[in-house]
DNA sequence: CTGAAAGCGCTTACAG
DNA sequence: CTGAAAGCGCTTACAG
């Protein structure tokens, strides 16, 4: 292989292609090549062939920095989740590579892990790959994360929860009312002695907000309130089971638990199988998210189904426009919420 | 804010801070600058403190594109997977981000749905972004793929399976001596009329390997053999039961069946479960992965677990490695895998 | 430990 | 529909 001669500015690297190589090679200027490779319309289709062929010929790659500088904006997506332990973020992910992929872009993914430090580290790096726009899950954010946004100025979208002051776009649910859906439920269903049960709900703030939908729902209907019970661990089916034998031994012992999310519950349903607990005889079972396996146990969960894949999808479509035509008239899409009611309670 | 003027090569675009504002502001070069930014050890304290102040007061956020095409490498990492649908990736992919995020890289993520087209497709494009290294899952590609691969020369790691002929390095673990150990467990159980069953195991050709092991291993034994039982839709727990219904009306019924992963064989127990079909009594059920609820149904699931987070994580580590240092001499890892037994056989 | 010069490989308006 | 010039914001060796 030839490498470039060492001088300033060089490397020392076998020297692949360059649209100058492709541009000689079909006897046109580079600016040609690249109208061919990025915007074909703009090109004679004799030209155009004359270039794929030069391309393949030569095994072009075509180099995505030098074309992100030039133009001052990458084909990627930046996405920043909280976790990828739970199936929620990942399934919204799918939702969002379908959309940004067709359009051809890529995805750069930034995991927190519930961190705010880590997500102001992540968005800052990721600004600094000037994509056309940004995904974030949540609204809560540093303010000077917040600051930095703004300051950046491109479309941005904040998804999974309707907050109260999006910094652009939003595309979620509100876990308030769907806190309250469940109170509802499972008092109508004539359960007593209500508990919420979840892992890290200071971090987890969704489901903070939804043990506080709860918690008022409960106080308007002028049912007993407690306490939720909670660990400082990640949601597991495992840990769903012990929070299950934990609850029991309260006093007095709960009616009916609502589940964080459903990893949890399906976990409590698993363990009261294998412990001989009566669901909903004795206690009652409910969760949060709707995954496939929450209709699967015995007796069935159930849940709130969230449209995390249509969040991804909607989230991903906004942004695309907002990119393409500037921001768009509705700032906010409020996705709903099913409540599935299943044997467990 | 300030726009910059419109002259070729320029667009028109807040302009934010650069490294010469940065510069200018702390009085030194810019020079200086990118090397307190990137290698502060080469700058001395007082001038390294001074760029720090600069940067915070002009919210100085490094174009990482003009330091890719400069540098000719970008800290990115790209990751290469056929599916997300399935745990199994995603907990490589975790994996990986534990270890190349402490190293300062990113990830881009590229999902080709089991099409080595689109394979070809995300690896052709991530060369463009000038990445140092490439994890992909997976040792099949197009003969067109590994001829780019290789002629762009830098590191390289499979994952998943460790395969005849590596590009590079090759991380994982051999799914036919899953198969065949699976098909010794069975038998030694005493079961017969064993079968496998699982999805798109053309495309999913790990799973065909564990099948391709399982059978050879039953002809080693002297034990039936029979085509395996498939379907052409992505695996799922709701699929696993109705596979299990299914292969209870074959004739003979098989005596256990042995599921290409544990999402089906999950979905299987649960299955049997409701309608009362008595496992392992009237048929044994065994699945692949390791996956945590596998431990929590009811009989508990005979599994093999694949150290998939360890994959990740080795993967990530040997390409980080070849990056700093050069190739390294051990090629191939292969992680091996743990049988675990349960009720389910 | 610090700096001046050159260059990375594209794309952007503008003119024709 | 096509091209010449300039510039994107950094980093790389080299010299001091």
New binding site residues.
């Given amino acids: 292989m030839k490498t ?1 001669p ?8 076998p ?6 190589h ?2 000689e090679r079909a ?13 074909p ?4 289709a ?3 062939d004359r270039v794929r062929l030069a391309v393949d010929e030569l095994g ?4 995505r ?9 990458s084909p990627v997506i930046p996405v920043v989740v909280p976790s990828l332990s739970n199936a929620v973020f990942v399934e919204t992910i799918q939702g969002i590579q379908e959309v940004v992929q067709r359009a051809g872009f890529q995805l750069l993914l930034g995991n927190t892990e519930y961190d705010l430090d880590r997500e102001h580290a992540w968005i800052s790096t990721f600004l ?1 790959w000037s994509p056309p726009g940004l995904i974030l899950a949540g609204t809560r954010h540093q303010p000077r994360t917040r600051a930095l946004i703004e300051r950046w100025g491109r479309p941005v979208v904040e998804i999974m929860e309707v907050g109260a002051k999006p910094i652009d776009m939003n595309v979620g649910l509100s876990h308030g009312a769907a806190g309250a859906a469940m109170a509802r439920h499972l008092l109508e269903r004539g359960h007593a002695n209500l508990l919420f049960a979840g892992c890290r709900i200071a971090e987890d703030y969704r489901a903070g907000q939804r043990f506080r939908g709860f918690d008022r729902a409960l106080a308007s209907f002028g049912a007993a309130r407690r306490p939720p019970l909670t660990r400082n661990v990640p949601s597991s089916p495992a840990l769903g089971g012990d929070m299950l034998v934990e609850a029991l031994r309260l006093d007095p012992p709960p009616g009916a638990i609502f589940y964080a999310n459903d990893d949890l519950a399906v976990g409590a349903i698993l363990r009261a199988q294998r412990e001989g607990i009566a669901v909903p005889g004795r206690v009652a079972i409910a969760g949060f998210n709707g995954l496939d396996i929450s209709g699967l146990v015995t007796p069935g969960l159930t849940t709130i189904v969230s449209p995390r894949r249509a969040i991804g999808r909607i989230g991903a479509e906004k942004l695309l426009g907002a990119i393409e035509v500037g921001s768009p008239k509705v700032r906010r899409v409020d996705v709903g919420f099913e409540l599935i009611v299943r044997g467990s309670t």
């Fill in positions: 470039v060492r001088m300033p500015g060089a490397r020392e690297v020297s692949a292609a360059t649209l100058k492709v541009a006897g046109v200027s580079p600016i040609t090549v690249s109208r061919a490779l990025n915007k319309a703009m090109v004679s004799d030209l155009r072009y790659v075509q180099n920095v030098a074309g992100a500088l030039a133009s001052a904006s600094g």
